[in-house]
């Protein structure tokens, strides 16, 4: 029955209902990128949330400073709270590097910054702004079992576009490598594997927590974001006070294998930090034989994809889904060097400097732009309406 529970909450769509939750009292995250400005997408993201009305709406921007100002002042043009922090200025870098916490840039840095500016608010909720298919329900849900007690939220969906099935990289690549870490395992599963295993899509960049927890939250630079947050949820939340919640149908764009930005790429950075919250739950994992043993795990699930393909009358391409196990089954190995962002309440920096040194930035670049030529064009290649190309989704 698809009620049936999970080991954590699992709430199911089973009607249109749109439950009540406490939105007045929560902040919105939605990391962007240049490339989302003016899409159609971003734009019924932003005019959604304006429906919803949340307490506050934080976009951490990813954008050259020739772009970030123009981002602003379109961000600004809708009826929401919104603060606009622009990631990539030089007084924020500063200010990271004077703190100890320059690095690697990517997604997850982005979102710690902006996880920081939303800890005023009781409630925070985090998700992408690439989404075909935004729908205000989307929060609602997520933000429903927080106002039943819960800690910890996270979004689920099918992933069935034109025809066929993504959740390429959750598919197979996080599945297979969790079931495969639990045969190994003596005895009894780990309950940190267990856990990992009964989200229905562990790599949905869609979750919300009280303030509480964000603020306990390590957070993963890059693509490692998702399950790594997931991972600093099981330790903090567990499975009594963890939920998951059916956002129905979902849309966005996706990524190739290849490619600097691929999933071969993202892969690497989800497997070091599946890996990284196993051990840290006190798992000894044997590295040894672990890139077979995943294999044989991701033959198994191709082989029930297929049938499930078929079953419901979609394309399936079995020779390439194997293809894409061998391509991600060489990113498996020990992680690297530890380069988590700490706990927003260990962090040797102060939000509101953050929002001063962002703020000033951004100001920056828009006196600049003031008295240059004035264009406004900000985002990616251009399209037959006058939008910019979204940027690629996750998968």
């Keep these: 029955m698809e009620y049936v529970q999970e080991r954590v909450t699992t709430l199911h769509a089973l009607t249109d209902h749109r439950p009540d939750a406490p939105t007045d009292r929560a902040a919105v995250v939605v990391p962007m990128t240049e490339r989302e400005y003016g899409t159609l997408a971003a ?7 304006e429906t919803v009305d949340p307490a506050r709406v934080i976009v951490p921007l990813r954008a050259s400073a020739d772009r970030a100002g123009p981002f602003a002042d379109w961000l600004d043009g809708f009826d929401l709270d919104v603060e606009t922090l622009w990631c990539d200025g030089p007084r924020l870098a500063s200010l990271l590097e004077a703190r100890g916490l320059d690095g690697e840039r ?23 702004a690439d989404t075909k298919t935004y729908s205000p329900a989307f929060v609602n849900r997520l933000l429903f079992p927080l106002g039943r007690g819960y800690a910890f939220s996270k979004g689920y969906y099918a992933r069935v576009e034109d025809g066929s099935l993504y959740g390429r990289l959750f598919r197979l690549f996080f599945r297979p490598l969790v079931r495969a870490l639990g045969d190994a395992a003596p005895g009894r599963e780990p309950a940190v594997l267990e856990y990992l295993s009964a989200f229905r899509y562990a790599l949905a960049g869609e979750f919300a927590a009280t303030s509480d927890l964000v603020s306990r939250l390590r957070v993963q630079r890059g693509w490692g974001l998702e399950v790594g947050t997931l991972g600093e949820a099981f330790g903090h939340a567990g499975f009594a006070d963890s939920a998951q919640v059916d956002l129905g149908r979902y849309e966005h764009d996706h990524r190739s294998v290849e490619g600097p930005t691929g999933l071969a790429d993202m892969s690497r950075a989800v497997g070091e930090a599946t890996l990284r919250a196993v051990e840290d739950a006190g798992v000894d994992v044997d590295y040894d034989g672990l890139a077979d043993r995943y294999r044989d795990a991701a033959a198994t699930l191709v082989d029930g994809y297929a ?4 079953f419901n009358g979609l394309s399936y391409d079995a020779a390439d889904e194997r293809s894409q196990v061998a391509t991600y089954a060489e990113a498996l190995g020990e992680p690297g060097p530890d380069t988590r962002l700490p706990a927003w309440q260990d962090a040797p920096v102060d939000p509101d400097e953050v929002r001063e040194a962002a703020g000033e930035d951004l100001e920056a670049v828009r006196g600049d732009a003031s008295g240059g030529n004035g264009s406004d ?3 990616g290649s ?14």
Excluded: Y
């Design 106 to 128: 990517g997604k997850g840095r982005d979102v710690w910054l902006a996880l920081g500016r939303a800890l005023d608010e009781e409630f925070v909720v985090v998700h992408d």
């Design 377 to 379: 064009a900000v985002g």
């Design 307 to 310: 049938a499930d393909a078929a």
């Design 382 to 395: 251009a399209t037959d309406d006058g939008h910019a190309e979204p940027a690629p989704g996750e998968d």
């Design 43 to 49: 734009e019924r993201v932003l005019s959604t949330l």
